[in-house]
């Protein structure tokens, strides 16, 4: 008997998804990940199996990826594999074996995503994944965020399995005969999460047994406060920030007068990527050292005449591209912008991050590249034009994503769209449209 009630009930609470929605499902063939796509089954869902084969284990991970074949299959559902290279990867961009994986698996179960209309990833993290991650974080260091532990949600992720325990799922899987197949490597002690699985978790479940259950509505407590710490950090960003193209002034007086000053204002600067100890600095130099320069790796803070003032460095912005007519994909920093031509007048709505424009008007090599001081465009449903970077005041959008944005410039050097943001009037597409072309930005 599977927990189908239980399942249901956890996806609604935490709204999760619905019957409309298509999941793709991240498949180990472990029996966590097997009895996730079982309840995706069992409860109606529609949805997809991806399996990655990561070449680490030799036949077993053959064995693996033949087995999550057979299991979409027995379910009648889609089925994605691929396979890498991932000792390769490793050395090439020389971090470890595991953040190799993670990096190539996420990156992977987004294309496929994408390319298969997918809405959601599922990934079958249970509560026994939580608690390591959380002891984890707090072995290493951490701030609130790191004791919230895995989120049910969070971005195109869900976790629709951390209603349950390991002991829960393993005994589910007993009682209705699942197979599924084991990865050696889950017995090895040599990874960090391992030795928490198999030694100090066991020692804890002795002085409280009823461990998993602790942590689940510790967590909910968690994830409260956090709530409320970001609500707080919000309002007080809206009344201490002031934004002067591209410039941030916080008055030194408010900063002096938070409490508790040191985690409010690391909440607050947060995005601009200071650490602790730059904080720690800042703190210290409030009332000694006018004129004092903090940088990070995207910003410069100066002490100024009362007035903590944010800069953008200009690092880090990406470099332009050049569109040339037959073009049909580019890449833009963290973008890959998708270019189609239709030859009907196609209006894009409800998505941000695509829009269509008279081609007719388009002249060519076109350009992407990021804000530039003086550029002005003309935003669709407003009269007149507009300095971008008053635009992008009035979106309260931080300095750190002005450089990040990316601009669709048109041949002669007006801006066709702020990507993500707003297309120009004078590109929309009218009743005197005869043929369009589609730009739309993706994450890579």
């Known amino acids: 008997m599977l927990p189908v009630k239980g399942f249901t009930e956890f996806i609604e609470r935490h709204g999760l998804f619905n019957h409309d929605n298509k999941i793709l499902a991240a ?14 089954n069992a409860a109606g869902f529609s949805f997809g ?60 179960f987004e ?53 349950l325990s390991r002991d829960k799922i393993a005994a589910i899987i007993a009682k209705n005969h699942t197979t599924y197949v084991e990865d050696s490597s889950n017995a090895s002690t040599k990874y ?65 007068k938070l409490e508790p000053q040191r985690l409010l204002l690391f909440k607050l600067l947060q995005e601009y990527g200071v650490n602790e100890t730059i904080v720690d600095d800042l703190v210290e130099a409030l009332d000694k050292h006018p004129g004092r320069i903090f940088e990070t790796s995207g910003y410069k803070m100066v002490l100024d005449r009362g007035k903590l003032i944010i800069s953008n460095n200009n690092n880090g912005r990406p470099a332009e591209q050049l569109i040339n007519i037959g073009d049909r994909e580019i890449r833009y920093g963290n973008y890959r912008l998708t270019i189609l031509h239709d030859d009907s007048p196609l209006i894009i709505k409800d998505n941000p991050m695509a829009v269509s424009v008279d081609r007719e008007l388009l002249s060519y090599p076109m350009r992407i590249r990021s804000w530039q001081q003086g550029d002005v465009f003309y935003p669709l449903g407003m009269k007149g034009h507009k300095k971008v970077s008053d635009f992008f005041v009035g979106e309260k959008i931080p300095l750190h994503k002005k450089r990040e944005i990316p601009l669709l410039v048109n041949g002669n050097g007006e801006i066709v769209w702020i990507g993500g943001y707003r297309p120009d009037d004078r590109y929309k597409v009218s009743g005197k449209t005869k043929k369009v072309t589609i730009f739309e930005l993706n994450l890579i």
Request: proline letters at 3%; glycine letters at 4%.
């Open 49 to 108: 199996i991806a399996h990655c084969n990561f070449q680490l284990r030799g036949d077993e991970s053959l064995r693996d990826q033949e087995f999550c074949n057979h299991l979409a299959e027995k379910l009648r559902v889609p089925f994605h594999t691929v396979n890498f290279d991932t000792a390769k990867y490793a050395a090439d961009e020389k971090v470890s074996t595991q953040m190799a994986a993670r990096a190539l698996r996420y990156q992977w």
């Open 192 to 256: 960090a999460r391992n030795k928490l699985r198999l030694e100090v978790i066991p020692k804890l479940k002795e002085l409280n047994p009823a461990l998993e259950e602790t942590f689940e509505k510790n967590l909910e407590r968690f994830r409260d406060l956090e709530i409320l710490l970001d609500r707080q950090v919000e309002q007080l960003r809206s009344r201490l920030f002031d934004f002067h193209d591209d410039e941030v002034h916080v008055s030194l007086e408010e900063i002096k």
């Open 27 to 40: 498949v180990s063939g472990g029996m966590d990940s097997v009895l996730m796509v079982h309840l995706l």
């Open 111 to 163: 294309e496929v995503r994408q390319q298969s209309g997918y809405n959601l990833i599922a990934l079958a993290h249970h509560q026994n994944d939580a608690i390591e991650t959380i002891l984890l974080n707090l072995t290493r260091g951490t701030g609130i965020a790191g004791i919230h532990g895995i989120l049910p949600k969070n971005g195109l992720l869900v976790r629709p399995l951390l209603f």
